[in-house]
T-cell receptor
Framework: EADIYQTPRYLVIGTGKKITLECSQT?????MYWYQQDPGMELHLIHY???????EKGDLSSESTVSRIRTEHFPLTLESARPSHTSQYLC???????????FGQGTRLTVV | SQQGEEDPQALSIQEGENATMNCSYK?????LQWYRQNSGRGLVHLIL?????REKHSGRLRVTLDTSKKSSSLLITASRAADTASYFC????????????FGTGTRLKVLA
């Protein structure tokens, strides 16, 4: 079983609040990814990182930001949550090139 | 737009029957992967097929790849109720960015 953890699993928060979604992995993988997925829909890449101090925006524009200060940690932050941010956020890692991705269980965010 | 599209979008079969789902993609790839997602959870890697491979087996799974048609199929034989999930294909381009591009998914329901 992959050692990648996301917290919290569920979060309901009011509009305007700042939130940070945590993603941690113990596999020592350099590559990490954040995906956004609405229920029953496809995954959209919103951020990725190839290692410490490396972050890039993904294919879907997102108001969130990420940081990669340590290899094992890739948190995602929303400075001011809005109802349009309601979605599931999935974190993933990859080891060597051209191998599979490992996913966390996801954080289901609801902004009211 | 997303790289992959899956067909059908939804599939409902009886336990014991075979399930086939297809994935089409748009650009050249290094490899293609299939993932499974149980409702509201993260994705789990099933099988990876490289661009120079045409067929691959893993237990009850059989994957084919036709790079000339830019398509792949996933066959699940002797399906079980526990196979009920969404199935996604993901492609990795040879450009070196290591980004996964996911398809739209097929929602499979296996009736007991």
């Amino acid at each position: 079983e992959a050692d990648i953890y996301q917290t919290p699993r569920y979060l309901v928060i009011g509009t305007g609040k700042k939130i940070t979604l945590e993603c941690s992995q113990t596999m020592g993988h350099d590559k990490m990814y954040w995906y956004q997925q609405d229920p029953g829909m496809e995954l959209h890449l919103i951020h990725y990182s190839y290692g410490v101090n490396s972050t890039e925006k993904g294919d879907l524009s997102s108001e969130s930001t990420v940081s990669r200060i340590r290899t094992e940690h890739f948190p995602l932050t929303l400075e001011s949550a809005r109802p349009s941010h309601t979605s599931q956020y999935l974190c993933a890692t990859q080891g060597t090139a051209n191998t599979e991705a490992f996913f966390g269980q996801g954080t289901r965010l609801t902004v009211v | 737009s997303q790289q992959g599209e899956e067909d059908p979008q939804a599939l409902s079969i009886q336990e014991g029957e075979n399930a086939t789902m297809n994935c089409s993609y748009k650009t050249s790839i290094n490899n293609l992967q299939w993932y499974r997602q149980n409702s509201g959870r993260g994705l789990v890697h099933l099988i990876l097929i490289r661009s120079n491979e045409r067929e691959k087996h893993s237990g009850r799974l059989r994957v084919t790849l036709d790079t000339s048609k830019k398509s792949s199929s996933l066959l699940i034989t002797a399906s079980r109720a526990a196979d009920t999930a969404s199935y996604f294909c993901a492609t990795v381009s040879p450009s070196g960015t290591y980004k996964y591009i996911f398809g739209t998914g097929t929602r499979l329901k296996v009736l007991a």
